[in-house]
């Protein structure tokens, strides 16, 4: 998609979230989604989970679990009900700015992003309804290097030499 947190944190704001400017977000991402979804034929697909890696699922599993401080071991693999995300998304719209910044899974840094990146799920979870979210603090480059380096021999074996 041409957007992503930090154009939309700039173009809507990302210090007073509004639930009208979160739902204005939610819109302008739908768009692509949703064309997506059209062009992949992805549609009523059943019994299947989303998998999130990454940025705003960690942050929404780290807040979800209350952690004192982020653990990469306690957020990876996590599973959320669709109602825990909601949950999280919801609390999150009701904190300040400062709140969110305080929040030791947020922080400074993304305290300004953590929104925009819930509306970009939030428009994925509307196209693509699932019961629930699997969460990978790993992203996906990190998952296709190590295949690509398995497949060449030099993780996990011997190391091959042409």
Known sequence: MPVGVVTLAERHGGHKVTRDVY????AEVAVFVERFAAESGSRGIE??????????????????????????????????SDDQVTGVIERLLDMS??????????????????????????????????????????????GMLVKMMRQDGIWGGQMSHA
């Open 47 to 80: 019994d299947v989970h989303m998998l999130g890696t990454s940025g705003t699922v960690t942050t929404i599993a780290g807040v979800h679990l209350d952690l004192r401080r982020y653990e990469r071991r306690r957020v990876d693999g996590c599973w959320m």
């Open 97 to 142: 700015y400062e709140e969110r910044a305080a929040n030791p899974c947020i922080g400074n840094e993304r305290a300004d992003l953590v929104l925009a990146g819930c509306a970009i799920l939030e428009a994925i979870r509307r196209a693509f309804p699932c019961p629930r979210l699997r969460v990978a603090d790993r992203g996906l480059r990190e």
């Open 23 to 26: 739902e204005a977000m939610v």
